[in-house]
């Protein structure tokens, strides 16, 4: 996930699998990262001492702007939302409001709110699922952007002027 102006170090030409009809298996993955990441932040190790007050402070800063942004992801892709990579059928392409600033804001949102999850728990095991999922999410919107850029005859324009996860960064 590590980029270099602009481009990720993993590209797009690997074939990623769709995991069902409308990407079904991806959700599902997704569902099971998310449980490990919780209960990785409720279970422990945990660490103490300076380094807790810090990153609880952090954390507690990171979880409503990654809430933040999933929640204007939902409300920007309205009629549009699904659960599943595959994007709705008569749908079109939307790049106003958040979608302005990234292309998966619900996804890069997540990753957000799961490190900010992991800091604010003082938990190494759950900030290791953050980043696992921040993969993750990387691999499912190229899937996703497949399927999009098949559906939209302007989303390959749209992609290369917006980030793709986080807003300003990726």
């Known amino acids: 996930m590590i980029s270099t102006k602009g481009r990720s170090l993993i590209t797009n030409r690997v074939h990623l699998p769709d995991l069902g009809q409308r990407g079904e298996g991806w959700v599902v993955l997704q569902f099971l990262l998310f449980v490990a990441i919780i209960g990785a932040g409720l279970l422990g190790p945990f660490w103490s001492g300076p380094a807790r007050s810090v990153g609880a ?33 008569g749908g079109r392409l939307i790049e106003d409001g958040v979608f302005g600033l990234v292309r998966h804001p619900m996804y890069g949102g997540a990753v957000v709110a799961a490190l900010g999850w992991g800091l604010a728990m003082a938990s190494p ?46």
Do not use: C, H, N
């Open 57 to 89: 402070i952090a954390g507690l800063a990171l979880i409503p702007f990654g809430v933040g942004l999933v929640t204007a992801g939902i409300l920007g892709l309205r009629r549009q939302l699904t659960a599943y990579p595959r994007p709705v059928p």
């Open 125 to 170: 095991m759950a900030l290791a699922g953050a980043v696992v999922l921040a993969v993750f999410f990387d691999l499912k919107s190229r899937r996703e952007e497949t399927w999009l850029a098949e559906q939209f005859a302007g989303y390959r324009a749209y992609r290369r002027r917006t980030r793709r996860l986080i807003p300003w960064l990726y």
